[in-house]
């Protein structure tokens, strides 16, 4: 099974930017498509952005367009989460995903990561 681990997460104030990391074991990573998600204390886990294998971005959510930027580096089997104009409402654990397909995200997925903690606040 493929793992992931995420980095990048910490405190930040409203406004500011910080940039997550995802690495992933294995070889299956660049046949994949990955996705970011968050939750927040008391909420439910909600999806962020996700990307496929290519590196075309398939999503974004509403709350992050304009914001957030999933990337990724095949080479490094690493997926990135560039988070700007930070907003307090973006504090959450944040993790990444591998999806069962190369495309799409909607078959699922096949692995998680730990997660990381993103705190905004002044």
């Known amino acids: 099974q493929v793992q992931l681990v995420e980095s990048g997460g910490g405190l930040v104030q409203p406004g500011g930017s910080l940039r997550l990391s995802c690495v992933a074991s294995?070889?299956?990573?660049?046949?994949?498509?990955m996705a970011w998600f968050r939750q927040a204390p008391g909420k439910e886990r909600e999806s962020v952005a996700a990307i496929n294998w290519s590196g075309a971005p398939i999503y974004y959510a509403d709350s992050v367009k304009g914001r957030f930027t999933i990337s990724r580096d095949n080479a490094k089997n690493t997926v990135y989460l560039q988070m700007n104009s930070l907003k307090p409402e973006d504090t959450a654990v944040y993790y990444c995903?591998?999806?069962?397909?190369?495309?799409?995200?909607?078959?699922?997925?096949?692995?998680w990561g730990q997660g990381t903690q993103v705190t905004v606040s002044s």
């Open positions: 294995g070889r299956t990573f660049s046949t994949r498509a």
């Open positions: 995903a591998l999806a069962k397909s190369g495309w799409t995200v909607r078959d699922g997925y096949d692995s």
